[in-house]
């Protein structure tokens, strides 16, 4: 087991620019002035800090008198509006529609807290959650995993949709003035994705012009649905993380879902089952509800300390029986639904891919994309970009020598401040590969959280069972 790197942090919980190594990147060039509190040094990559929530929770200033957000779950309604079994001649429709796994896979309740925590990590800039170890993301993969949602086809651009063409095509694609198995498919399929993965802050509405998807009932199998979702949530995540924004839409579940998979010792969950148990089932149902007593300012130190250790990397290698992982997901590029265009950036979190991460390109400006069809169509190009520059990590949480260093120069690893009168240290931990199973995860982060708390080296003979016992919990 290798020791922590630490870096020291003045009294605003910034590592002093003398410090870094200046070879990981050369756009990490600022001067002592430069930044926020907090914050990055180098300002150029997140260009909206100043709006972030994260620079306003530094000062101890929250969104209001609740500190975290609203959340759309829909869940128990699903429950009762989705039946145990579709009428036959609906049923055909919604299973070639790509969308069938929607209606089972939505966690009853959402810990609202747990959402936000992680919420307060997001930086749109680069669609990543930024942790005191470097940037994760939810990804392709993880869409298709969680929830078998097809990753492959085509972008939807719609139409503007007047009031008037809004009454029309309820008419004629509802059936108001008749009805039919195709007029009922239609309303189904609405309530499905206006409750899951279009959900918006409404919470009791869908958008009109959804239904231009479900035309042709034998087509809508074409869309990329896992990309709809994901570009839905990056954009509700986007919103949510300004410090002006009090609510969250897209679908929570497969944020909580994915926390659940990556990060085993935060938050509070049950579980259905286990992977080896799984028999073909979407991931996000082994997961289901359970109270959090934890609120969203006492996880905000959790996730201050959490260590590279501290998270499963690859956790769904036992589920490729099921999804088998498409190279499409290593595609740089930007992803659209409708009007909305968001940046895909799997560079910025190589290690879930089971690469080694290195200092990333600056991210896209989505603004500037010209084609993002034809960008979508020759993937390849830009997964031979992304993986070309890298190698296969020998551990999976291998990074290059510099990454961290950049890291914590454009960005900030901490949200909560460290006492205003005593500088402290924050250690950078670099672990060896830590445990699969999630309980023998639980044992290695109590007793890593123990050894940082009294600064033990593993020569001093008093610490020597406890060092064996990491390593063998890291066997598991």
């Not at 990543?128 to 170890?133: E, I, L, T």
């Not at 959900?199 to 958008?207: G, M, S």
Request: proline content about 6%; aromatic content about 12%; some cysteine.
């Amino acid at each position: 087991m290798k020791c922590s790197v630490v870096r020291r942090r003045g009294a605003d919980g910034r590592i002093p620019i003398r410090t870094l190594d200046r070879g990981a990147s050369s756009s990490a060039v600022a001067v002592e002035s430069a930044g926020y509190p907090g914050g990055s040094y180098d300002t150029s990559l997140l260009v909206k800090y100043e709006h972030h929530v994260a620079r306003h929770i530094w000062f101890g200033e929250e969104r209001g008198p609740k500190k975290e957000l609203k959340v759309a779950g829909h869940g128990l309604k699903l429950t009762s509006r989705v039946p145990l079994a579709l009428p036959p001649q609906m049923e055909s429709w919604v299973s070639r529609s790509g969308l069938s796994s929607l209606q089972r896979t939505s966690l009853n309740k959402i810990d609202t807290n747990l959402v936000s925590a992680f919420v307060e990590r997001w930086h749109l800039e680069t669609s990543s959650f930024h942790m005191p170890f470097g940037e994760m993301s939810i990804t392709l993969d993880d869409v298709a995993c969680l929830l078998h949602l097809p990753i492959r086809g085509i972008f939807w651009s719609p139409q503007d949709v007047t009031e008037e063409l809004a009454v029309e095509l309820v008419v004629d694609y509802l059936g108001v003035a008749a009805s039919s198995w195709a007029y009922a498919t239609r309303v189904y399929l609405l309530m499905l994705v206006g409750s899951t993965i279009f959900a918006d802050k409404t919470f009791t509405l869908v958008e009109a012009r959804y239904l231009l998807l479900f035309r042709d009932l034998d087509g809508c199998s074409g869309y990329i649905w896992g990309a709809a979702a994901l570009v839905t949530l990056y954009r509700y995540l986007g919103d949510a993380s300004m410090y002006i924004c009090k609510q969250l839409g897209g679908y929570p579940t497969l944020l909580q879902c994915w926390i659940h998979e990556y990060f085993p010792t935060v938050g509070k969950r049950g579980e259905n089952w286990k992977p080896a148990d799984n028999c073909g089932l979407p991931r996000a149902m082994r997961w289901s509800y359970r109270q959090g007593v934890l609120k969203v300012d006492d996880l905000r130190p959790i996730l201050d300390e959490l260590t590279l250790a501290d998270v499963i990397w690859r956790p769904f290698e036992d589920h490729r029986a099921w999804c088998v992982f498409d190279e499409i997901c290593l595609y740089r590029g930007c992803l659209k639904w409708g009007e909305t265009v968001v940046p895909y950036l799997p560079d910025r979190c190589l290690r879930q891919f089971g690469y080694r991460q290195y200092v990333p390109s600056p991210p896209l400006d989505c603004m500037m994309a010209t084609d993002i069809d034809v960008d979508w169509i020759s993937y390849h190009q830009s997964v031979i970009a992304v993986i070309g520059s890298s190698t296969v990590a020998t551990t999976p949480s291998d990074a290059v020598d510099g990454y961290l260093e950049w890291y914590y120069c454009v960005s900030h690893p901490r949200l909560v401040p460290p006492h205003r009168d005593a500088p402290r240290e924050v250690p950078v931990p670099v672990y060896d590969v830590g445990p699969s199973d999630p309980d023998w995860a639980r044992v290695s982060t109590l007793i890593h959280r123990y050894l940082r708390q009294v600064n033990a080296e593993e020569e001093d003979p008093h610490f020597s069972d406890l060092f064996e016992a990491l390593h063998i919990s890291h066997s598991h």
